[in-house]
Antibody, heavy 122, light 106 residues
Framework: QVQLQESGPGLVKPSGTLSLTCAVS?????????WSWIRQPPGKGLEWIGE???????NYNPSLKSRVTISVDKSKNQFSLKLSSVTAADTAVYYC???????????????WGQGTLVTVSS | DIQMTQSPSSLSASVGDRVTITCQAS??????LNWYQQKPGKAPKLLIY???NLETGVPSRFSGSGSGTDFTFTISSLQPEDIATYYC????????FGPGTKVDIK
């Protein structure tokens, strides 16, 4: 059973950089799947931030692309998110998730972390 | 980007009622459509993939249909534990989700 666990600061100052890590257990991050970050502002819907493959290939949401970096550390079986120049609008629960790949096609998000609330405030 | 809309945004129904939610894509996405259930304070849970395939372990009262731009999600007999918000999601990058439909008990 694959498990994902987000970690990182719960409070970030405006104009600062949000940094989160997702630790993967019960499976290898080098498996043929994509690893995603998704966020959800309080009381609102889900927004896909981006994803990474174990090779280091990435896909980002164009609306956030200029501020987002997703990286992978295969030795630690984890991947990370950095979001720069944050404002209050970036306050959200941040989820990491596995996106299943089948026949080279990325499909659905089948495993999710529990989510971590990050608040942007001075 | 492919935009997803859902209707209604919320609904109230009685236990045992049939509940239907619709999802529309801004362009043809074939059957590349998934449905998730999210309960308060929890991560979303996959219910339906490829528009109509039931994820393993999900009760058979949940079902999905549709292709192209128009999709439907149905709970055949609403149960108290189905109280949640339901989201559709399309596969093509950038991945996009519908705005959600909140379901509660009347």
């Amino acid at each position: 059973q694959v498990q994902l666990q987000e970690s990182g600061p719960g409070l970030v100052k405006p104009s600062g950089t949000l940094s989160l890590t997702c630790a993967v257990s019960g499976g290898s991050i080098s498996s043929s799947n994509w690893w995603s970050w998704i966020r959800q502002p309080p009381g609102k819907g889900l927004e896909w931030i981006g994803e990474i493959y174990h090779s280091g290939s990435t896909n980002y949401n164009p609306s956030l692309k200029s501020r987002v970096t997703i990286s992978v550390d295969k030795s630690k079986n984890q991947f990370s998110l950095k979001l720069s120049s944050v404002t209050a609008a970036d306050t959200a629960v941040y989820y990491c998730a596995r996106r299943l790949v089948w026949l080279d096609v990325p499909y659905y998000f089948d495993y999710w972390g529990q989510g971590t609330l990050v608040t942007v405030s001075s | 980007d492919i935009q997803m809309t859902q209707s209604p945004s919320s609904l109230s129904a009685s236990v045992g009622d049939r509940v239907t939610i619709t999802c529309q894509a801004s362009q043809d996405i074939s059957n590349y459509l998934n449905w998730y259930q999210q309960k308060p304070g929890k991560a979303p849970k996959l219910l339906i993939y490829d528009a109509s395939n039931l994820e393993t372990g999900v009760p058979s009262r949940f079902s999905g249909s549709g292709s192209g731009t128009d999709f439907t999600f149905t709970i055949s007999s609403l149960q108290p534990e189905d109280i949640a918000t339901y989201y559709c999601q399309q596969y093509d990058n950038p991945v996009t989700f519908g705005p959600g439909t909140k379901v509660d008990i009347k």
